[in-house]
């Protein structure tokens, strides 16, 4: 007897309590999907790539997981797209592709493709790049956009909350002045 024979019999002793949508929805629930869990809607495939190892470089996993692990790549584009104006939006792009193409011309390699070195070396010379021309000009530089929505991202995710951060569901009774040493992270509650 094949599954959907079993079905439908089930729904005729039942006296027909199925209705059709569920038994339609039992009938084709399971086929297998064609389209990814995710696609950018913003930026393009390689760009979510780099944004996705940026967020890394920026916390990466150690005893902790990482930006990659809490997919901070997913915030930043639903950000970027319904929150920036187009001025910030389009030197995020800018910066993005920017990246890329110094790793491509310093080591042969787009950024999502580098070693983990080259990277740091990479993000730091941003970073100084960035902090030289604060003030220089008028919106923000593309590091420091990247940076404030890689760590707002990653510690309002679950992972950052919970694993980074102390973290109690329901807190207890106020304490206003505790020593560091007796929580020994900084609370996420």
Known sequence: MERRDAIQRVAYLMGGVLSAPAI???LSG???SEKPDWLPEFFTKAQDAVINEVTEVIIPTTDTPGAKAAQINRLIDLMIKDCYAAKDQETFKKGVDALDAVAKE???DGFAEISTEQKNELFSALEKEAFA???KTDGKHFYF????LTL???FTSEIGATQALKYL???GDYKGCIPYSEVGKAWAT
């Open 145 to 148: 956009l990247i940076k404030e």
């Open 152 to 154: 707002l991202g990653y």
């Open 169 to 171: 569901p329901v807190p």
């Open 106 to 108: 310093k080591f042969g």
């Open 30 to 32: 399971c086929q297998p």
């Open 133 to 135: 021309s604060r003030g």
């Open 24 to 26: 339609s929805g039992i």
